[in-house]
């Protein structure tokens, strides 16, 4: 399979490594952010959040949050944008399921023009409540 990621983590293309066990592997974005802009992938291939085995998942969750930690504790980050998209329209550019940990610094002067920065009207009370009794799933 011609994907990048899965020869990043078979070793197969170098990369700037941070953590690797056997499961996942995270390592700094070529082009990133901001300084430590880090991805989180499984090693085994997955094409997104739909496909990704859940137990798969919790282990890359794990390292996520221990990426997220050792990047606030040694690049003093101020916060810390967790990114994940699936599917070409939401934004999926390698189609093998990866985070971003993206560090975020006072005055940094990174825009995201998406979701993140965008203030919505409040939504009406009822038809949240409607939407939430369509999805509940528990
Ligand atoms: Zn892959």
Not at 88 to 93: E, M, N, S
Not at 106 to 126: V, Y
Request: hydrophobic share 40%; proline share 3%; glycine share 6%.
């Amino acid at each position: 399979m011609d994907c990048l990621f899965c020869k990043i983590a078979s070793g197969e293309i170098d990369s700037a490594k941070i953590y690797e066990d056997n499961d996942v592997v995270a390592f700094l974005d070529a082009f990133p952010f901001s300084k430590g802009h880090s991805l989180v992938i499984p090693k085994k291939h997955f094409t997104d959040i739909h496909e990704i085995d859940s137990e798969v998942l919790k282990k890359v969750a794990v390292t996520f949050k221990n990426v997220a930690t050792r990047i606030k504790d040694v690049l003093g980050a101020d916060g810390i944008r967790i990114s994940q998209s699936n599917g070409t329209v939401a934004g999926q550019v390698v189609f093998h399921i990866h985070f971003h940990a993206i560090p975020r610094y006072e005055n940094d002067g990174l825009h995201f023009d998406e979701i993140g920065n965008k203030r919505s009207p409040k939504a009406d009370e009822s038809e949240l409540k409607q939407l939430a009794e369509k999805l509940k799933f528990n």
